[in-house]
């Protein structure tokens, strides 16, 4: 077998991303598409926006809320997921949810939560 093929090869310049080159047999080398990372940064400014047109928002304070927005996400799915369970369910439907919503968040921010949420499903359903 001739050296570097079917192994992983680094490229490294200075001030880009790394690449991964794989040489594959008769394939030739191929550059590996980087993962994009999914974010929520453009939802929170255009929400930004909306409540407070002039004011902007540090690169660490978005990463900071966009921390916040992946916790609770993850902490809602979970807490659906577990509904689901007890109730023997396989399916999380959108009552799993605004249960989780009503457990995790306290009073009038589960009450708001919820009735944008229920807005929100009734816009994309009307809009099907």
Known sequence: MAPGVGKAMKKTSP???QKSVVAKPGGGNRKRKTK?????GIYIYKVLKQVHPDTSISSKA????NSFVNDLF????SEANRLAQYNKRRTISSKEIQTAVRLLLPGELAKHAVSEG???VTKYTSSK
């Open 15 to 17: 001030g880009k991303a």
């Open 118 to 120: 229920t807005k929100a």
């Open 74 to 77: 993850e902490r809602i799915a």
């Open 36 to 40: 994009r990372l999914q974010t929520y």
């Open 62 to 65: 978005m990463s900071i809320m």
